[in-house]
């Protein structure tokens, strides 16, 4: 099965500073990749999502980017951070479309404090 | 459009008493449903899945749900908590034709000694 690593695990950024997080999968080739907020005592928020190489959809308008250099290689970027974005960031992973059951893969999340 | 309500955002039981945590689906066609499970500070795990086969879903760590369609529920159980079942739990549907989930808010389990 996929595997997926995240870092870091934990970043503490300044208001307006850049911000990276990386994420690459293990275990499988041409999935479908992901990235999530997931704000205090909030649900999961899908922000992009990637069916392969510099294909990216964006779920909601807002301070962050996201890209997929590579088959298994998916960052999530700002250029300035705000307050607002500070939350648990989840990559996660499938193969194959969620809406035929494909079970979809989740990282060990970045915790992101904007202060 | 489709979308999850779980109706408890906290259950808390006693070890080894029945778990239940509720969650309500609206969907115009036969959802795929799932629930995961996220333990403090970590990513999320999948417990179980309903792809239209078998309406008893049997998951990992004794847990399992039922889809219910003349109730659009999807409820998930446990016969008898244990203290590690202590965690943030997800109802989650597929939205039609696309490969993106729509998360329920959660529903926090406490389980006391």
């Given at each position: ?29 041409n999935p479908n990749l992901y990235w999530y907020r997931q704000a205090a005592g909030r649900g999961l ?71 | ?39 403090p500070n970590k990513g999320l795990q999948l417990l179980l899945k309903y792809t239209s086969a078998a309406t008893l879903v049997k998951g990992i760590n ?52």
């Amino acid at each position: 099965s996929q595997t997926i690593h995240q870092w870091p695990a934990t970043l503490v950024q300044p208001v307006g500073s850049p911000l990276s997080l990386e994420c690459t999968v293990e275990g499988t080739s041409n999935p479908n990749l992901y990235w999530y907020r997931q704000a205090a005592g909030r649900g999961l928020q899908l922000l992009f999502y990637s069916v392969g190489i510099g294909q990216i959809s964006s779920e909601v308008p807002q301070n962050l980017s996201a890209s997929r250099p590579q088959d298994r290689q998916f960052i999530l970027s700002s250029k300035k951070l705000l307050l607002s974005d500070s939350g648990f960031y989840l990559c996660a992973c499938t193969r194959g479309q969620t809406s035929s059951g494909n079970t979809i893969y989740f990282g060990e999340g970045s915790w992101l404090t904007v202060v | 459009a489709q979308s999850v309500t779980q109706l408890d955002s906290h259950v808390s039981v006693s070890e080894g008493t029945p778990v239940l945590l509720r969650c309500n689906y609206s969907s115009s066609y036969s959802p795929s449903l799932f629930w995961y499970v996220q333990h403090p500070n970590k990513g999320l795990q999948l417990l179980l899945k309903y792809t239209s086969a078998a309406t008893l879903v049997k998951g990992i760590n004794g847990f399992e749900a039922e889809f219910k369609k003349s109730e659009t529920s999807f409820h998930l159980t446990k016969p008898s908590a244990h203290m590690s079942d202590a965690a943030e739990y997800f109802c989650v549907v597929t939205k039609y034709n696309t490969d993106k989930l729509i998360f329920g808010t959660g529903t926090r389990l406490q389980v006391f000694p």
